[in-house]
T-cell receptor, first 115, second 113 residues
Framework: AQKVTQAQTEISVVEKEDVTLDCVYE???????LFWYKQPPSGELVFLIR??????QNEISGRYSWNFQKSTSSFNFTITASQVVDSAVYFC????????????FGTGTRLTIIP | DTGVSQNPRHKITKRGQNVTFRCDPISEHNRLYWYRQTLGQGPEFLTY????????KSRLLSDRFSAERPKGSFSTLEIQRTEQGDSAMYLC???????????FGPGTRLLVL
């Protein structure tokens, strides 16, 4: 069985602060993919980043960075110098290999950036 | 490239009525997915197509739900005899062959009165 846990229900930070969103996953598969999606008030899920289980290298893409640690089954996501437009619900998702196409989502973290 | 489109964006219906939603995937994406999202929750997988073949169905997809993708392009999701518990956002996503990332449409928000 697969499970994704986002323990932070809501986070509020002042604009320009850095913020980290936590994600913990469970799977017995050795090959899997992890994702972060953003859902603004309009409702559309916007793809942000993807990581596969073989690559634990952490990267930075613009204001986004992520910390993938297999030892703790965590895939945390950081926004640097937050902006009001970053306000949204953020979802972490897991997809395993071997023909299983579905994404398993966490319950989301509502991020509010205070101007 | 245009993104995934869904119609209608909003639907209000009375309990017991049938409703049908349409999803047009990104051009040349051969995989298409349906998810359901209730308030305060993450999306939950309903079903998946590769071209016109429906390859996977969730237990959430009761007998009242049916999905089709007749020509391997657009897809429809029909709910028969709607119930108040069917009220949710219905999301469609697509991905290319061999691609791991699913790209989502804007969703259809259903309210059953």
């Amino acid at each position: 069985a697969q499970k994704v846990t986002q323990a932070q229900t809501e986070i509020s930070v002042v604009e320009k602060e850095d913020v980290t969103l936590d994600c913990v996953y469970e799977t017995r598969d050795t090959t899997y993919y992890l994702f972060w999606y953003k859902q603004p008030p309009s409702g559309e899920l916007v793809f942000l980043i993807r990581r596969n289980s073989f690559d634990e290298q952490n990267e930075i893409s613009g204001r986004y960075s992520w910390n993938f640690q297999k030892s703790t089954s965590s895939f945390n996501f950081t926004i640097t110098a937050s902006q009001v437009v970053d306000s949204a619900v953020y979802f972490c998702a897991l997809r395993t290999n071997f023909g299983n196409e579905k994404l398993t989502f966490g319950t989301g973290t509502r991020l509010t950036i205070i101007p | 490239d245009t993104g995934v489109s869904q119609n209608p964006r909003h639907k209000i219906t009375k309990r017991g009525q049938n409703v049908t939603f349409r999803c047009d995937p990104i051009s040349e994406h051969n995989r298409l997915y349906w998810y359901r999202q209730t308030l305060g929750q993450g999306p939950e997988f309903l079903t998946y197509f590769q071209n016109e073949a429906q390859l996977e169905k969730s237990r959430l997809l009761s007998d009242r739900f049916s999905a089709e993708r007749p020509k391997g392009s657009f897809s429809t999701l029909e709910i028969q005899r709607t119930e108040q518990g069917d009220s949710a956002m219905y999301l469609c996503a697509s991905s290319p062959a061999g691609g791991e990332t699913q790209y989502f449409g804007p969703g259809t928000r259903l309210l059953v009165l």
